[in-house]
């Protein structure tokens, strides 16, 4: 499962490289599992969403390994 949700969070961060590529824009403000944010472009905001899903999931693999440790 978290593999999965790495593969998707750096899909996200992709598709949001290609956004930025294409010269999207779009007034975007939100607030994502604590962190806030606000762009005038759609793409810089999925990079953002990416970027703070692999840290999220990053952060939850390490403490799991931490805690098989005897």
């Given at each position: 499962?978290?593999?999965?949700?790495?593969?998707?969070?750096?899909?996200?961060?992709?598709?949001?490289?290609?956004?930025?590529?294409?010269?999207?824009?779009?007034d975007?403000?939100?607030?994502?599992?604590?962190?806030?944010?606000?762009?005038?472009?759609?793409?810089?905001?999925?990079?953002?969403?990416?970027?703070?899903?692999?840290?999220?999931?990053?952060?939850?693999?390490?403490?799991?390994?931490?805690?098989?440790?005897?």
């Amino acid at each position: 499962m978290i593999i999965l949700g790495f593969i998707a969070a750096v899909v996200l961060a992709f598709f949001g490289v290609w956004l930025v590529s294409l010269g999207s824009t779009g007034d975007t403000k939100f607030s994502f599992f604590g962190q806030t944010f606000e762009s005038a472009n759609v793409g810089i905001a999925a990079i953002f969403i990416g970027g703070v899903t692999i840290v999220l999931l990053a952060r939850a693999v390490l403490k799991t390994i931490r805690s098989l440790k005897p």
